[in-house]
């Protein structure tokens, strides 16, 4: 049985991942293009959570500054490869082959639980991984052909996008563990603004424009940094450093699944029967993963 530590970290990353499932609404619903909000997303939460920091723990800015100024720059990078590499997935495959391929990250975690941290990996878990990738499979219709017969660069894409994130959610990680006592709200806050900051040099480099085009844009892009960035990776580190690095990977799978779910809700996306079975199946792998895996930390 899981302690009531692991308990209340499995659920802060587990809401973490529901906040950050609402990213592809919002990033549909606002019609610039997927690095400029990405771009938004970063600086909007950054720079909510930057404020709520210099309130809440104005010394631990100062802290992080001074003793991982490194690690909050690379974390902030490997955001920026992620999110780049992730859209740029998404534009040549398709969400449904892209959301597969960087769900990856729960192998490239787990190994590096393994090798890095000493974590076992049950066999529970390891036939949870699969099932859980099988449902989403069948959730959002891909299949084996459809995959063999993408574009190889789209595949190369997405499983970078998975490799950088789990790179990312190590960075967040190690932070958190070697300062366990500094908030993560400041550690969030400027790793999101590390990555707005390397995004804005990209955009300079290429001469893209941010310019929102209008106010609806800019409350959608407004809700997709605070609730996406914000509120769902401040929930995810709070619950990062109590948990295993696979079970944390296994749990946020449920932010593909619920970005379907939404799609069916707010999009009325058709689901049929295999969608909701893979659904069901998906949610049921996650559940058993992150229960076996509860006694794995070392």
């Not at 049950?122 to 084996?144: S, W, Y």
């Not at 400027?190 to 310019?211: E, H, K, P, Q, Y």
């Not at 893979?278 to 949610?283: K, N, T």
Request: positive net charge; charged residues 10%.
């Amino acid at each position: 049985m899981p302690s009531s530590n692991t308990s209340s970290a499995l659920l802060s990353v587990f809401a973490g991942a529901i906040c950050i499932s609402f990213s592809a609404i919002f990033a549909k619903l606002a019609s610039t293009s997927p690095d400029v909000s990405a771009f938004y997303r970063t600086f909007i939460g950054g720079s909510c959570l930057l404020i709520l920091s210099l309130f809440q723990c104005r010394e631990a800015i100062f802290i992080l500054l001074k003793k991982h100024f490194g690690m909050l720059c690379l974390g902030g990078v490997l955001l920026t490869l992620d999110l780049t590499a992730w859209h740029r997935s998404i534009n040549i495959l398709g969400p449904g082959v892209g959301t597969i391929l960087v769900n990856f990250q729960v192998f490239f975690l787990a190994v590096a639980g393994w090798i890095f941290f000493k974590e076992r990996i049950t066999v529970r878990f390891a036939l949870a991984v699969p099932l859980a990738l099988a449902g989403l499979c069948m959730l959002i219709g891909i299949t084996l052909d459809n995959l063999l017969t993408s574009e190889f660069s789209g595949i190369g894409l997405g499983l970078a996008a998975a490799l950088w994130l789990a790179f990312y959610t190590l960075i967040v990680r190690h932070i958190q563990v070697r300062s366990p006592k500094i908030s993560p709200i400041a550690v969030v806050a400027l790793v999101s603004l590390a990555s707005a900051a390397s995004m804005g040099i990209f955009f300079i480099w290429n001469s893209t424009s941010i310019v929102i085009p209008t106010a609806t844009d800019g409350i959608w892009l407004f809700l997709y940094g605070l609730v996406s960035q914000a509120t769902g990776w401040l929930l995810i580190s709070r619950g990062l450093p109590n948990i295993s690095t696979s079970q944390a990977g296994l749990t946020i799978l449920i932010m593909p699944t619920l970005s379907f779910i939404w799609d069916i809700l707010f999009f009325a996306r058709p689901a049929g029967i295999m969608e909701l079975a893979g659904g069901i199946l998906a949610l049921t792998a996650i559940w058993l993963g992150t229960s076996s895996q509860a006694g794995a930390k070392e």
